[in-house]
């Protein structure tokens, strides 16, 4: 469905905008889009809103005496939440003052906590619900390690970078991320943090453990 979407719609549109050069390139070779009519502008956080002088020191103390795993954005099937939640139960096991930290709005019908009530860990997921983006910043500081683990089958997850992977580096907050080809490397490359196996939570648990020790 979403192929024939973009099929539809990008040929109809007259200018569009792709935050990365491997997808406008995708685009130009699957739709045989005009290479004029397809630019590339890279997410870019500003740094007016993300740096250590925006931080609400209120926020950072509620979560001080916990280990804080963040996730910030849209919560639903594709961002790989499931994974970092069913984590939880092998994490507290090393890290027993673990919580998990979502910041988002939830895109029904994906509901997180079927998830943590199947794995028994209902008690440490902690959902804050949308936030101001001025305010995000807080709690990334009061974070431990942020993370985006999506499924992998998709171009617009392999030949991107989520704006949230750049929010969290600017906040020099270890990150955890799938193998999506784009985030990986970029990850890997500038040592931000740590890439996984999309879908395993074992492998989430232990590169938190990691991080943690």
């Not at 171009?155 to 907050?173: H, L, R």
């Not at 040592?191 to 196996?197: A, K, T």
Request: charge should be positive; include cysteine.
């Amino acid at each position: 469905d979403w192929g024939k979407y973009e099929r539809k719609y990008l040929a109809q549109a007259d200018l569009v905008i792709t935050v990365s050069e491997p997808l406008r390139k995708n685009y130009i070779d699957k739709y045989s889009l005009n290479e004029e009519k397809i630019i590339n502008i890279p997410n870019t956080p500003t740094k007016k809103i993300y740096n250590k002088q925006n931080v609400d020191k209120t926020i950072v103390e509620q979560y001080q005496s916990d280990f804080i795993i963040l996730y910030a954005g849209g919560i639903d099937i594709l961002r790989g939440i499931d994974t970092a939640i069913t984590a939880l139960k092998y994490i507290r096991k090393e890290i027993p003052n673990v919580k998990l930290l979502l910041c988002g709005k939830i895109v029904k019908p994906y509901n997180p906590f079927t998830t943590a009530k199947k794995h028994n860990v209902e008690d440490l997921v902690l959902f804050k619900g949308w936030i101001n983006e001025n305010k995000l910043p807080s709690y990334i500081e009061a974070s431990n390690v942020c993370f985006f683990t999506p499924p992998v089958n998709r171009d617009e997850i392999n030949k991107t970078i989520a704006t949230k992977i750049y929010q969290y580096a600017m906040m020099n907050k270890p990150v955890i991320v799938s193998d999506a080809i784009m985030m990986k490397e970029f990850v890997e490359q500038n040592n931000l943090g740590i890439s996984i196996q999309a879908g395993n939570a074992a492998q989430f648990a232990s590169a938190v453990v990691k991080i943690f020790k």
